[in-house]
C-alpha cells in the first residue's frame, strides 16, 4: 500500500459532521479558540481536500503535495469561518483549498513567475477548457479571438500564457535520448573555439618573433630606452632615461626617435618579406 493509499484509508474512516454539530463547534473556535474543536472541523473535511486535489493532477505535481496544500487552505478556512453565514464550512473552505492548491503548482511550474496577476491566473487554469469550447466554432486565427472574449482578457495575453503552457522549465543535467548525454554538454561554451585559440596563439608567438628579430637591429641605448619607454606599461620619461644613461633629455629624445625608425624599417622589411612567402591563389 502506497502513502497516498494509506492516508486515504485513515481519512475515510474519520466522521462526517453534522451541520447543526459542525456550526457548534465552529462557535466554539471562534468564540473560545477551542482547539479541539478546530481539529474536528479539519478532519472531518479532509477527504474534500483530496477530492480537490486530485482535479488538478494534470499539471504534473504529485498529488501528495497538492493534498499537503489544500490541507493548510481547509487550516486557514477554518480560522475564518462564520458559522453564522449559514452555510457549510466546506462550501466556504473550497476556496481557500483551490487558492493553496494553485499557488502551490504556480510555484512549481517555472523557475520564472507565472500567474502574477489575477487574470493570468484565471487564463493558467482555464485556457485549456476554454480553447477547447471555442474550438468548436471552427479552428483557425478566430480562436485566440474567442477565447480572449470568453475569458475578458486581450488576446496577445491568451497567445504569451500559451506560450508559457508549452515551455516547461527543463533540467541541463538531464540526459538527451539514450545516449546519456547531458544537455549542459551540448551547450556553446563562453571560450572561442579551439582552432581560432590555436590561431590566435601562432600569430602572437609569430609577431613575438618578428619583434625580438626587429629589436636587435638596435644598439644597447636605443634597446633601453624601446623597452623602458615604448614597451613597458608604466613608461618611463625622457628625463628618467636620460639620467639613467647618463645624458640629456634631449639626447634620449633623438634616441627614441631614431630606434622609432629602425624598428619601423625593420619590421617593414620582414612584413614584405612574409608576404613574399605567401602563395598567389591562382586566378
Avoid at 48 to 67: E, H, I, N, Q
Wanted: hydrophobic share 40%; with cysteine; proline share 5%.
Amino acid at each position: 500500500m502506497t502513502q497516498m493509499e494509506q492516508y486515504l484509508s485513515e481519512i475515510s474512516r474519520l466522521p462526517l459532521l453534522p451541520a447543526a454539530e459542525e456550526a457548534r463547534l465552529a462557535r466554539e473556535f471562534r468564540e473560545r479558540g477551542d482547539a479541539r474543536a478546530a481539529h474536528l472541523l479539519v478532519t472531518s473535511n479532509l477527504r474534500f481536500v483530496v477530492k480537490v486535489a486530485l482535479g488538478y493532477r494534470s499539471y504534473g505535481v504529485p498529488v501528495t503535495d497538492l493534498v499537503q496544500e489544500g490541507n493548510v487552505g481547509l487550516m486557514k478556512a477554518v480560522q475564518k469561518f462564520d458559522p453564522e453565514l449559514g452555510i457549510r464550512l466546506i462550501s466556504y473552505a473550497v476556496w481557500w483549498i483551490r487558492a493553496y492548491i494553485q499557488n502551490c503548482i504556480l510555484r512549481s511550474w517555472s523557475l520564472v513567475k507565472v500567474g502574477t496577476t489575477q487574470s493570468q491566473r484565471k487564463l493558467f487554469f482555464s485556457l485549456g477548457r476554454a480553447r477547447r469550447e471555442a474550438e468548436r466554432g471552427g479552428a483557425g486565427v478566430d480562436v485566440v479571438q474567442r477565447v480572449a472574449r470568453r475569458m475578458r482578457v486581450q488576446p496577445e495575453d491568451v497567445v504569451d500564457m500559451e506560450q508559457r503552457l508549452e515551455g516547461r522549465d527543463l533540467s541541463l543535467d538531464a540526459p538527451l535520448g539514450e545516449t546519456g548525454t547531458a544537455r549542459i554538454d551540448c551547450l556553446a561554451g563562453g571560450l572561442p573555439p579551439q582552432d581560432e585559440e590555436l590561431a590566435s596563439a601562432e600569430q602572437a608567438r609569430s609577431v613575438a618573433l618578428e619583434v625580438n628579430e626587429a629589436l636587435s637591429h638596435l644598439d644597447p641605448r636605443e634597446r633601453f630606452i624601446v623597452e623602458h619607454r615604448l614597451m613597458a606599461e608604466r613608461p618611463e620619461t625622457l628625463k628618467d632615461l636620460g639620467s639613467h644613461l647618463g645624458f640629456s633629455r634631449e639626447r634620449a629624445r633623438q634616441l627614441e626617435l631614431r630606434a622609432r625608425q629602425k624598428l619601423r624599417h625593420a619590421l617593414r622589411s620582414m612584413e614584405r618579406e612574409l608576404e613574399a612567402e605567401v602563395p598567389v591563389p591562382a586566378p
